[in-house]
């Protein structure tokens, strides 16, 4: 396979069963079994929004998963692009998910050391959470797409991963206005108070800024600031 980010290995085996999605990474690569991990610990939870994991093999000095086979491209998030309902039906699809147990609060783990203790309480929650929606993440079919990778799951409130894929829609050229639109469709959107927002967009702003540089975050918060713009589906003030 031609993509793949956080694996060293991925192809596509065409068996006596059918084809089967492989990835993997070398048995000494610690965070990359940590995060294949994840995947095995959720997968069953998520089936229906991501493909179904069929095993998981360690030989040879690799740690394998097997997945089934979805025939898909990485999804368009450009502004008018007809992936944009599929995406938001496979997000849909994952929303009501509950997280297993172990799975960390994504404001402990994405957040921790940014946030306030104000902040962290409107930040937690139950939902099972992907958190990294960005285009090579969503695979889209005939009209139907996936979520894949399930490599960083956090819990969470479920809006959180609406946010976080209306920033990838700025990302793709969508404008604020088309972006917030695309999040209204979700209830968890819909009910969700302007004070956690600004606490998720707050947070993730001094983040950004501390990773790359308040020069370097500047393009990325500016993106985030926008979810609070208008206050599409937002109820309470900030």
Known sequence: MPHGITCSFAAVLSTAGGRVFVKGVPEDDAAGRAAQAWEVAVNPAVTGAGPQLL???ETGGWDLLGF???AGRHADLSPGSPDLPLV?????AAQGLAAPAGV???VDRDLAGFVTAGERQLLLGDALLHTDTNPHNLLVGDGIAWLVDWAMPARGPAWVDVAHTAVRLMEGGCGC???L???ARFPSWQAVDRGAVAA????SCRAWETRVGARGARASNARFEALLV???GLTGTA
């Open 55 to 57: 095993w998981r093999l």
């Open 88 to 92: 938001a039906a496979a997000l849909g």
């Open 177 to 179: 206005e088309e972006a």
């Open 230 to 232: 208008g206050g599409q």
């Open 68 to 70: 089934e086979w979805v």
């Open 104 to 106: 960390p609060q994504f």
């Open 181 to 183: 639109e695309w999040a």
């Open 200 to 203: 998720f967009v707050a947070a």
